[in-house]
T-cell receptor, first 113, second 118 residues
């Protein structure tokens, strides 16, 4: 799986959009970008994934650049409960078998009141 | 039901004890995982089971012994652990993420079992 680079930490004001960047310059054509987050002392939680088109769900939006070498996770209206470590992971999607996640260091997002 | 249930939530054990961590899911997933997470570090993969067979062992010491008795259950047997094995142990499950099967390949994680070895 391709390696990812994320900032160590970010702050965001409550109610504002949180934009979390991720670099994955060695991504392969069959690798998807996944985002998970881990709230303190809980298990990681899936947020969203995408291949090359922008994706949106009830939690977030994922913007992937045209060359697929970087992406941005957007939390449109951050709340205090969004304070967590956010992991950007690149992973083959269709594999036909178990396909583990390899976690990088992630970004600690702190939403400030 | 999209839950992965782990028991116990907390476990304290001595270095000579034998204990087990348990994980259960009822989502029909055929892949299950054990991860270990030390404080302020990302989760690290330990074992992967696919269709109840061990498919990946990330060079984990033999004092950790995984078991998958059926497609819904995953155990981690612990024996003669060291204090440095104290960590949060996370279980996860996933579908195969194959086209046409309706799955996404995402991993569903439990809340973890926090282990302290004295």
């Amino acid at each position: 799986d391709a390696k990812t680079t994320q900032p160590t930490s970010m702050d965001c004001a409550e109610g504002r959009a949180a934009n979390l960047p991720c670099n994955h310059s060695t991504i392969s054509g069959n690798e998807y970008v996944y985002w998970y987050r881990q709230i303190h002392s809980q298990g990681p939680q899936y947020i969203i994934h995408g291949l090359k088109n922008n994706e949106t769900n009830e939690m977030a939006s994922l913007i992937i650049t045209e060359d697929r070498k970087s992406s941005t996770l957007i939390l449109p209206h951050a709340t205090l409960r969004d304070t967590a470590v956010y992991y950007c992971i690149v992973r083959v999607y269709f594999s036909g078998s178990a396909r583990q996640l390899t976690f990088g260091s992630g970004t600690q997002l702190t939403v400030l009141p | 039901d999209t839950e992965v249930t782990q028991t116990p939530k907390h476990l304290v054990m001595g270095m000579t004890n034998k204990k087990s961590l348990k994980c259960e899911q009822h989502m029909g997933h055929r892949a299950m995982y054990w991860y270990k997470q030390k404080a302020k570090k990302p989760p690290e993969l330990m074992f992967v089971y696919s269709y109840e067979k061990l498919s990946i062992n990330e060079s984990v010491p033999s004092r950790f012994s995984p078991e998958c008795p059926n497609s819904s259950l995953l155990n981690l047997h612990l024996h003669a652990l060291q204090p440095e094995d104290s960590a949060l142990y996370l279980c996860a499950s996933s579908d195969r993420g194959m086209p046409g099967e309706g799955g996404t390949g995402e991993l569903f994680f439990g809340e973890g079992s926090r282990l302290t070895v004295l």
